[in-house]
């Protein structure tokens, strides 16, 4: 379908709908602008089609070879998803329970505090073992020749890492949340050991193939292979630099794919395990991956929890939001969908630099008929966007600057002799007026931004005015 031939905001006019997709594409356009990422994908899913897609950018900027919804892209920890979609497979097909003790089916120690960690505790992130840094040691060392260098080739690898992992515990399983990275690689191999097949030969023959995802690759040889696979870059102060996928990453963060096969995944969870006729799983399986389990450290709307390869927010306005971001520096990714309204979205960039669920989020309020700049993290970037800018006090005897670096306010004074860069910290937000502070010598310091034609600083002893 063209891109003219979208369906955001049902049952409205398509006047409703042309403003809607124009809010979107200009949020968008602005966001990886101010980044500077290279180039984003996206596609919403409504009702099992895709309801719009659109990409910006290029995924190859120095042939100047423009992004499409077609072009491949990494999606990191996204692939999580897929990996506990396959287990639960093999539980549907009675080979294993979510009971069932991780070393009863491989030679690794995972018994902290004495209590064996189960395939559950894996799924949701409960082991009571804190990430023990093996993809990011991986990523860096392969993708930008980090500090530590940490050659785990094979997800094998990964158990011979593991050998003192239970002595790192600090939770019984079952007791906290960990993002454990280490616990989706031994699921790989539990899939491959079970169905007597490689993890990525499973995972392609049991939801690939029959879910018609065809550009969705593991191996360097299949992506690399893709004509429209995109270049990976990193930001290196504000400049993209080509780089490479790192693929050694499997079952926690391997797979490769587009925005259109990743809309085909979306409709298997919106069908509740089916889709275009074809059943991959029963509805109580995607039921069981969509029940929290343990509440993750993140909150951005509120009440966040990991189920079984997904984190579930149980109001995203009004409604449950069913996600996942992924990340392996040079490429992101987000996917997301809410249940209740058969609407899904993937976002997916061949850099680093402004989080996607943001802009996933974003379009998934529009397509609800929601008013994004209700979100949380909206309504910041709306402020940031007021107060940075170059300030003065009183006839210009004292100048600050207010800057943005990632999602940081910074005050910094720039006069000579005053020379200081302070973070800010939001508190409360207003149409009239933005309250921060900050932590001097163990003391709190207010600012107060007041919103009004001209911005004003209130910070300290200083009165500052925003200049033109």
Not at 105 to 111: A, F
Not at 209 to 219: C, N, Q, V
Not at 238 to 266: M, Q
Not at 320 to 338: Q, R, W
């Amino acid at each position: 379908m063209s891109e003219a031939e979208n369906i955001f905001g049902v049952g409205v006019g398509r006047h409703v709908k042309e403003e809607a997709v124009a809010r979107l594409e200009e949020f968008v356009l602005k966001r990886i602008s101010r980044a500077k990422l290279p180039s984003i994908a996206i596609a919403v899913v409504e009702g099992g089609r895709v309801a719009y897609s659109r990409a910006f950018g290029f995924r190859d900027i120095e042939r100047m070879l423009q992004a499409t919804p077609s072009t491949v892209y990494g999606i990191g920890s996204v692939t999580k998803s897929f990996t506990a979609l396959a287990v639960m497979q093999l539980v549907e097909r009675g080979l294993l329970s979510l009971d069932d003790p991780v070393d009863r089916y491989l030679p690794v120690k995972l018994r902290p505090f004495g209590e064996p960690v189960t395939i559950e505790h894996l799924l949701s992130h409960t082991s009571g073992i804190p990430a023990l840094g093996y993809a990011e040691a991986l990523i860096t060392g392969t993708v930008e020749g980090g500090d530590v260098w940490m050659p785990l080739a094979k997800p094998e690898d990964v158990i011979v890492f593991m050998s003192r992992a239970q002595e790192w515990a600090v939770a019984r399983p079952g007791e906290r949340f960990f993002y454990l990275n280490e616990g989706y690689v031994l699921l790989g191999l539990l899939i491959s050991k079970l169905s007597g097949v490689r993890y990525e030969d499973y995972v392609k023959e049991r939801i690939l193939k029959p879910l018609g995802m065809e550009r969705s690759y593991f191996s360097r040889e299949e992506a690399e292979a893709d004509p429209e696979l995109a270049t990976p870059y990193l930001l290196e102060e504000g400049h993209p630099r080509p780089s490479r996928f790192p693929y050694g990453i499997t079952s926690d963060g391997g797979l490769l794919s587009n925005v259109l096969d990743l809309s085909k995944y979306l409709s298997l969870y919106l069908g509740r395990g089916e889709v275009g006729g074809v059943r991959l799983v029963a509805r109580s399986v995607i039921e069981e991956m969509e029940r929290p389990r343990a509440s993750v450290p993140w909150q951005v709307l509120g009440g966040e929890c990991y189920g079984l390869g997904w984190v579930i927010t149980p109001d995203f306005c009004g409604r449950k939001l069913v996600h996942h971001s992924g990340s392996v520096l040079v490429y992101t990714a987000f996917v997301g969908y809410v249940p209740s309204s058969g609407l899904g979205v993937a976002v997916l960039a061949n850099a680093s630099g402004y989080p996607l669920s943001r802009i996933g989020m974003y379009a998934l309020a529009l397509a609800l008929g929601e008013d994004p700049r209700k979100l949380p993290f909206i309504g910041l970037e709306e402020v940031y966007e007021k107060v940075e800018g170059v300030y003065e006090a009183y006839n210009g005897t004292v100048r600050v600057k207010v800057e943005v670096e990632g999602d940081v306010l910074y005050l910094e004074f720039v006069s000579r002799g005053l020379r200081r860069r302070i973070p800010l910290f939001p508190e409360s937000i207003t149409e009239e007026a933005a309250l921060f502070y900050t932590v001097l010598g163990g003391v709190r310091i207010n600012a107060e931004f007041k919103l009004r034609d001209r911005v004003e600083l209130i910070y300290e002893r200083y009165k500052f005015i925003k200049r033109a």
